[in-house]
Nanobody, 114 residues
Framework: QVQLVESGGGLVQAGGSLRLSCAASGSFFIIMMGWYRQAPGKQRELVATISSGGSTNYADSVKGRFTISRDNAKNTVYMQMNSLKPEDTAVYYC?????????WGQGTQVTVSS
């Protein structure tokens, strides 16, 4: 059973930065890793994804502020979040897509105060 362990969430003032990390257990090949978020009363939405080859995709709302990266040797994905805004407040979930299926982390809270 794959486990995704997230870390790095917290409380920060607007304009501040946070770095999220997500480590996947095991050594199976991961096709795609990414971050999604869900704010209270809203649907879960894609934030950023990165393929095994390093191709990235970002939501328009975070382009230029967030940077996703991954270490394939460690099966770990990171997301550097700069210039945070109150509207970035949400639970952030890590996602890993394998040939056998996709898995989710437990989520980490990010709160940005104004």
């Amino acid at each position: 059973q794959v486990q995704l362990v997230e870390s790095g969430g917290g409380l920060v003032q607007a304009g501040g930065s946070l770095r999220l990390s997500c480590a996947a257990s095991g050594s199976f090949f991961i096709i795609m890793m990414g971050w999604y978020r869900q704010a209270p009363g809203k649907q879960r939405e894609l934030v950023a994804t990165i393929s095994s080859g390093g191709s990235t995709n970002y939501a328009d709302s975070v382009k230029g502020r967030f940077t996703i990266s991954r270490d394939n040797a460690k099966n770990t994905v990171y997301m550097q979040m700069n210039s945070l805004k109150p509207e970035d407040t949400a639970v952030y979930y890590c996602n890993a897509k394998y040939r056998s299926g996709a898995y989710w982390g437990q989520g980490t809270q990010v709160t940005v105060s104004s």
